[in-house]
């Protein structure tokens, strides 16, 4: 089946700690954004990308960064600069240029 | 600046009866919309969309429809069922946000559909 995979579904950070979430697809899609849900908010939009090395930053980039080496991959680095990580983070993928985008389920950052 | 808001943060309907979701968006540039249905601890899964081109777009039980004039758009479940509650986040697409085609959502609505 194809789909969107994040790992892990739980992660817990120390403070002052890098952290990096997964994020695979095989849907053979072009373009991958990252967001981040904070409770009774909508999905704010971190990082995109539409192509294979190359990415941009979405509204809230400050305190991440990712890299798109492979078309299926889009891994998100949460970095100690980010100073409320604790939420909900989100991938997705889409055809470049066509909607909708397809989410995976999912994964949920706190900080010890 | 919220450019898409979703005005009520819940909303109970009973089983059978119309569900009645509301998104208003202030982008006059916001050319493409979107709704989509989330459960807890999951993603969110794509329901319907509607270019702005139409207003009104209906697949099964569920009818979007856009007034450009009001900048408002509304989605329709009819009849609700038990498996309809969950969280309907609204998401707009700005023309020219390039082939990215990013999207700005609402905070969300919970729906709760009594049996």
């Known amino acids: 089946d194809g789909g969107i995979t994040q790992s892990p579904k739980y992660l817990f950070r120390k403070e002052g700690q890098n952290v990096t979430l997964s994020c695979e697809q095989n849907?053979?899609?072009?373009?991958m954004y990252w967001y981040r849900q904070d409770p009774g908010q909508g999905l704010r939009l971190i990082y995109y990308s539409q192509i294979v090395n190359d990415f941009q930053k979405g509204d809230i980039a400050e305190g991440y960064s990712v890299s798109r080496e492979k078309k299926e991959s889009f891994p998100l680095t949460v970095t100690s600069a980010q100073k409320n990580p604790t939420a909900f983070y989100l991938c997705a993928s889409s055809i470049a240029g066509v909607q909708p985008q397809h989410f995976g389920d999912g994964t949920r950052l706190s900080i010890l | 600046d919220q450019q898409v808001k979703q005005n009520s943060p819940s909303l109970s309907v009973q089983e059978g009866r119309i569900s009645i979701l509301n998104c208003d968006y202030t982008?006059?540039?916001?050319?493409?919309f979107l709704w989509y249905k989330k459960y807890p601890a999951e993603g969110p899964t794509f329901l319907i969309s509607i270019s702005s081109i139409k207003d009104k777009n209906e697949d099964g039980r569920f009818t979007v429809f856009l007034n450009k004039s009001a900048k408002h758009l509304s989605l329709h479940i009819v009849p609700s069922q038990p498996g309809d509650s969950a969280v309907y986040f609204c998401?707009?697409?700005?023309?020219?946000?390039?082939?990215?085609?990013?999207?700005?959502f609402g905070s969300g609505t919970q729906l709760t559909v009594l049996p």
């Open positions: 998401a707009a697409s700005d023309v020219n946000s390039g082939s990215a085609r990013q999207l700005t």
């Open positions: 849907l053979n899609h072009d373009a």
């Open positions: 982008n006059s540039m916001f050319d493409y």
